[in-house]
C-alpha cells in the first residue's frame, strides 16, 4: 500500500482547533498592544539619531548590492536565512541523563559539505550565534555564503529583513478552520489560550522551583545583534601599514578609515566619534571579512591588527569570516569560536529559487520589459540541484532564467556570468582577455591593479588612467545621493571623465556592476574567488603538462584545477598524488573529488580515481575519519557510479561502513537504493538504524516515506525520535504526520512526536507541546514536552563557545587530583594532558588525545604519533582524528604515520 498522508494524519480535532484559534487571534492583540512599546524602543535606539541614519542608508545601499547578483537584485530579495554549525562538543565523560542527538551518525565534513547538506542535523539561527562567544570565526568554503551571512546578520540587526517559514498546511487547514468561527467564538477562545497558554508558564516555573515573575515575563528583550551598531569592512581596505597612521596608534584607527572609504562623505564625516564612542561602551557588531582572500604576508598582518582590535576593544562582538583548512590564526591565536556555514539543504534551495521567480521581473528595472519565467524553465532550475554550493545555485537560476547559457553546467553558467558583464564598449575578445589576466595575477599575487593589465602603455598613461578610474569609483557612491543634472549635462560630464585606457574603462563597468571589488590603494579582486578560478583556468588552455602540474601544487590554484579539468587531460596530476606520499587526511587526493564533479565524461582517470576513494572508504581496517572523508568525497564527485558503491558497502561487515553508506544513498537521493535501506532499519548496530531512517527523509520517494511511517510506528525509542525529527524537514508530508502522532493513543509515538514539534516553529506546534506538558497521561510524554516547551519558549542557551582551556577541563582536574597532583595553567595544562595520554587508562588517554586535538595544540604533534601505535582502538582512532584537526587548524600537511 503506498503512502497515503490524508489516511495516516491530520484530523483535525475540535480542541486543537480551538487552541490555534485563541493562539492566532492572541497574537494580533499582542501586536497592537506592543507596538507602541516598540516604536519608544526604537526611538531610543541609534538608528533614529541623524547622523546614524546617514550611516545606515549608506550601508544598507551597500549590502544590497553586496551579493553575486547584485547588480540586477537587491540582496533583502532573495535572500534565505542563513543557518551555522556549532563545533562538535568537547570529548569528555558524559553524564547518563545527557540525551544524544540522533544526528551524530552524519559526519560534518566542512570541506565535502554534501553529504551533510540534506539532513535535518541542529543548527544555528542568527540570534543564536549572539547568545554566546562574542568572538566568532565564521568558517566556510568559498561560495557557501560567508559574505553573505554577513550581510543577512547586518541586515537583521538593522531590523531590515525577517525569513519566511516554510508552507505548512497544517497551518493552513488550521487558518482556514478558524476562519469560519464567528466572532463571540473568538472571544471566548482567546481567553482559553492565554489561560492554557499561562498555566504551562507556571507548571514550568514550578517544575524548576521557582516564582513566576508575571511583571517580567512577558517583557519583550530586543536581541543581541539589534542592540550593535553593525559595521561591516574587507580586511582588504584595512590598510595597516598607512604611513599617515605614525607607530603608535590606536587599533581602530585603520578600521574607521576604513568603513569611511565605504560610505558616503557626510556620513564619512560625522561616523569616527560615533563609532569610537560605541567602541569603548562595548556597543558595536563588527563582521570583518575577506581574512582567506589576502596573501599569506598580509594575513600575518592583519592578524596582529586584529589581536590589538579584540585585546582594546573587547567588549564588542566580533564576527571574522575565515577558511575550513587554516582557521587556526582565527581560533587559535585570536581565540575566535569557530562556527561553520551549514551547506544548503533542499528546503533552502526551493525557497532561493521562490525569491528568484518573485523578483525577476524586476530586474529589467523601468527600461526595459522582463517577463516571469514560464514553468519549463522553473522545473529545469528545481532539478537535480544537490551538491550545488548557494553560489553555483544562484549562478544556476540566473543563467536559466535569462536564456543565455551556451554549455551545460558550472562551467556554463560561469561562462554566461562572464559575458554578461562585459561593458558593450569593449570588444569581447579584448575584455575576455583582460579578465584571464586580471584572474591570474590575483590567484598568483592576491589582487590585480590597473598597471598589471596594461605593461605596454606609457606609465604616465596609466598613472594618470588609474588616478581618474580612482576619483569616478569613488563619486559611485555618492551618484545617488546627488541631484541628477539634465541628460545633456551627464553626458558630457561623462564624455569628459571617460578613461582613455580600456582596461580603465572595463574595470570601472565591472565595478560599478559589483562584478570586481575594489580595495584600498588601487587593489582589485573579483566578488567570488570561484569566478576568479575560472577564468585564470581558461589561461591554461594552450599550457604545457608541466606548468598545469606546478599550478596543481599552488594552493592559491585549489578552485581553478576543477575548471582546468574540464578541458586539459589531468591524467598525470592524479596519478602523481595517488602514488606520492600523503598526510593524515589524504587531502591532496581527497581534493580531486572536485575536479571529478566538472570533468568530461571521458576523463581516463576517472575510473582509477573511483576505485581508489572506494577502496580507501570500505577497507575493514581504516581510520573512522578517513572513511566519513572518503564517504563525503564521493558523494561530492555527484557520479552516477557512487550509488552502486554505495549500495554494495550497505552490505558490509563493518558497521560504519554501513551507517555511511546510507547516508550517501540518502544525499544521492538513491531511490533504487530505498529497499536496501529499508532493510537496514533492522540492522543490529542502532547508528545505522539512525543512519537509515534519516537517508529515507533524504531521498523522500513515495517507498521511502512508506519506510519512515513503519518505523516511526514501530522502531525502537531513538529510531522514532530520527523520524520525527526528519519529518520536521519534511513540511509537504511530516508535518501532517507529527499532527497525528502527538495525539496517537500510543505513549511513545507521542513522545517521539514531541521531538519533531520542538525543531518548528508554527503556532500550532507550539500549542502541542503545551498540552502534552500539562496534559498527557504520561510523565515520560510530559517530560519531553518540558523540555521542548522549555527551549521553545525561552531558548537552549546553544550559543557557540569556544573549548574551555586546558586547566578548566572537568575530567582532567578529577584525574590530577586522584593522582594528588593540580592542574596548573597555560603550557602547563597541557602538559597534564600529554602526561593523561602517556600514563592514564584507556578512556583517559582517549580523552587526552581528542582534548590536545580540539584545543589544536601543535607542540603535542609527536606523542600523539606514538598514540597511534596505542593498544586501545579508541585511543588510536582519537589520536588520529586530533593530528587531523590539528592539521586542518593550521593550514600545513602532517606526513602519513608510516
Not at 541628460?487 to 582596461?503: C, G, I, L, M
Request: glycine fraction near 6%; aromatic fraction near 8%.
Amino acid at each position: 500500500m503506498g503512502f497515503d498522508v490524508e489516511n495516516f494524519g491530520i484530523g483535525l480535532a475540535t480542541g486543537w482547533i480551538t487552541a490555534y484559534g485563541v493562539y492566532r487571534a492572541r497574537h494580533v492583540i499582542k501586536r497592537v498592544v506592543e507596538s507602541a512599546g516598540v516604536q519608544a524602543s526604537n526611538a531610543q535606539n541609534y538608528a533614529t539619531q541623524s547622523t546614524d541614519n546617514r550611516y545606515i542608508n549608506n550601508i544598507v545601499k551597500l549590502v544590497e548590492r553586496n551579493h553575486a547578483a547584485g547588480g540586477i537584485l537587491n540582496l533583502s530579495e532573495v535572500l534565505v536565512e542563513p543557518r551555522f554549525i556549532a563545533a562538535p562538543p568537547l570529548v569528555e565523560p558524559q553524564d547518563d541523563d545527557v540525551s544524544q542527538s540522533v544526528f551524530h551518525v552524519v559526519p560534518h565534513v566542512a570541506d565535502f559539505p554534501a553529504l551533510f547538506a540534506p539532513y535535518n542535523s541542529p543548527t544555528l539561527s542568527i540570534d543564536d550565534l549572539a547568545s554566546g562567544d562574542r568572538g566568532l570565526a565564521l568558517l566556510g568554503l568559498p561560495g557557501s555564503g560567508r559574505t553573505t551571512a554577513m550581510m543577512a546578520i547586518l541586515l537583521r540587526a538593522l531590523g531590515r529583513v525577517q525569513f519566511k517559514r516554510p508552507l505548512d498546511k497544517v497551518q493552513q487547514r488550521l487558518d482556514a478552520e478558524e476562519a469560519a468561527m464567528d466572532e463571540k467564538k473568538r472571544a471566548v477562545r482567546i481567553k482559553e489560550r492565554l489561560l492554557l497558554e499561562q498555566r504551562a508558564k507556571e507548571r514550568l516555573a514550578e517544575e524548576k522551583g521557582m516564582v513566576l515573575d508575571e511583571t517580567s515575563e512577558d517583557k519583550d528583550v530586543l536581541p543581541l545583534f539589534n542592540r550593535l551598531m553593525p559595521v561591516y569592512v574587507h580586511l582588504a581596505d584595512v590598510n595597516v601599514r598607512d604611513p599617515e597612521l605614525g607607530k603608535e596608534i590606536d587599533p581602530a584607527e585603520p578600521l574607521v578609515r576604513a568603513v569611511q572609504r565605504e560610505i558616503g562623505r557626510v556620513a564619512a564625516s560625522t561616523i569616527p566619534r560615533n563609532l569610537y564612542n560605541r567602541l569603548q561602551k562595548g556597543q558595536v557588531l563588527l563582521l570583518i571579512d575577506g581574512y582567506d582572500d589576502l596573501p599569506e604576508s598580509e594575513q600575518t598582518l592583519q592578524l596582529a591588527w586584529l589581536k590589538a582590535l579584540i585585546s582594546t576593544y573587547p567588549n564588542n562582538f566580533f564576527i571574522v569570516s575565515g577558511p575550513v583548512e587554516g582557521s587556526g590564526g582565527l581560533t587559535q591565536q585570536l581565540g575566535l569560536t569557530p562556527v561553520y556555514m551549514r551547506p544548503w539543504s533542499d528546503l533552502d534551495m526551493e525557497q532561493a529559487i521562490a525569491h528568484w521567480i518573485t523578483a525577476w521581473p524586476q530586474t529589467g528595472g523601468r527600461r526595459r520589459s522582463v517577463t516571469a519565467p514560464d514553468e519549463s524553465i522553473i522545473q529545469r532550475v528545481k532539478n537535480n540541484n544537490r551538491g550545488l554550493s548557494p553560489l553555483a545555485l544562484t549562478l544556476k537560476i540566473w543563467t536559466n532564467f535569462a536564456n543565455d547559457t551556451e554549455l551545460p553546467g558550472l562551467e556554463g553558467w560561469m561562462q554566461a556570468l562572464v559575458k554578461r558583464s562585459l561593458p558593450t564598449e569593449i570588444e569581447a575578445e579584448l575584455g575576455l582577455s583582460y579578465l584571464i589576466q586580471a584572474a591570474t595575477f590575483q590567484l598568483d599575487e592576491g589582487y590585480f591593479t590597473l598597471s598589471k593589465l596594461a605593461p605596454t602603455a606609457a606609465s604616465s598613461t596609466v598613472d594618470a588612467a588609474e588616478a581618474e578610474t580612482d576619483a569616478m569609483l569613488r563619486e559611485l557612491i555618492e551618484d545617488e545621493a546627488k541631484p541628477q543634472p539634465k541628460t545633456s549635462e551627464k553626458s558630457d560630464k561623462n564624455k569628459r571623465k571617460e578613461p582613455a585606457n580600456p582596461a580603465a574603462i572595463l574595470l570601472n563597468a565591472l565595478y560599478k556592476q559589483g562584478f570586481i571589488m575594489r580595495y584600498s590603494g588601487g587593489r582589485y579582486q573579483f566578488r567570488q574567488v570561484q569566478v576568479a578560478a575560472y577564468l585564470a583556468s581558461l589561461g591554461l588552455k594552450q599550457a604545457s603538462a608541466d606548468v598545469i602540474q606546478k599550478r596543481s601544487e599552488m594552493a592559491s590554484w585549489r578552485w581553478a584545477m576543477p575548471f582546468v579539468g574540464i578541458f586539459a587531460p589531468l591524467d598525470e596530476v592524479v596519478q602523481s598524488r595517488m602514488t606520492a606520499a600523503t598526510d593524515v587526511i589524504q587531502s591532496g587526493v581527497m581534493e580531486m573529488a572536485n575536479w571529478l564533479a566538472l570533468a568530461p565524461m571521458d576523463a581516463a582517470w576517472r575510473g582509477p580515481y573511483l576505485k581508489y576513494l572506494s577502496n580507501v572508504f570500505v577497507a575493514p581496517n581504516q581510520y573512522p575519519l578517513l572513511r566519513e572523508r572518503a564517504a563525503a568525497a564521493l558523494v561530492q564527485t555527484q557520479h552516477d557510479h557512487v550509488i552502486q558503491v554505495f549500495k554494495q558497502a550497505a552490505r558490509s561487515v563493518v558497521p560504519q561502513v554501513r551507517q555511511l553508506a546510507c547516508l550517501g544513498l540518502g544525499a544521492l537521493k538513491a531511490e533504487d537504493g530505498v529497499s536496501e535501506i529499508i532493510r537496514l532499519l533492522q540492522d543490529d548496530d542502532a547508528n545505522v538504524q539512525l543512519a537509515a531512517a534519516l537517508s529515507l527523509g533524504a531521498i523522500g520517494s513515495e517507498e521511502a516515506l512508506t519506510g519512515m511511517v513503519e518505523a516511526f510506528a514501530t522502531g525502537t525509542e531513538l529510531l522514532r525520535q530520527a523520524v520525527a525529527e526528519t519529518f520536521a524537514d519534511i513540511p509537504e508530508e511530516g508535518y501532517p504526520v507529527l499532527y497525528d502522532a502527538i495525539q496517537d493513543d500510543e505513549m511513545m509515538l507521542r513522545r517521539a512526536a514531541v521531538f519533531g514539534l520542538r525543531r518548528l516553529k508554527s503556532d500550532w506546534a507550539m500549542i502541542a507541546i503545551y498540552r502534552s506538558f500539562l496534559e498527557d497521561s504520561q510523565w515520560y510524554v510530559r517530560s519531553a514536552a518540558q523540555i521542548a516547551f522549555n527551549e521553545m519558549r525561552y531558548g537552549s542557551d546553544k550559543g557557540p563557545r569556544n573549548y574551555p582551556p586546558a586547566e578548566a577541563i572537568t575530567w582532567l582536574n578529577e584525574w590530577a587530583t586522584q593522582r594528588g597532583e593540580n592542574v596548573p595553567s597555560g603550557e602547563g595544562a597541557r602538559q597534564m594532558l600529554l602526561k593523561a595520554l602517556q600514563e592514564g587508562d584507556g578512556e583517559i588517554r582517549k580523552y587526552a588525545a581528542a582534548n590536545l586535538g580540539q584545543l589544536g595544540v601543535v607542540s603535542m604533534t609527536k606523542p600523539l604519533y606514538a598514540a597511534l601505535r596505542d593498544k586501545k582502538s579508541d585511543v588510536r582512532e582519537e589520536a588520529h582524528r586530533a593530528l587531523a584537526m590539528i592539521q586542518i587548524q593550521s593550514g600545513k600537511r602532517l606526513p602519513t604515520a608510516v
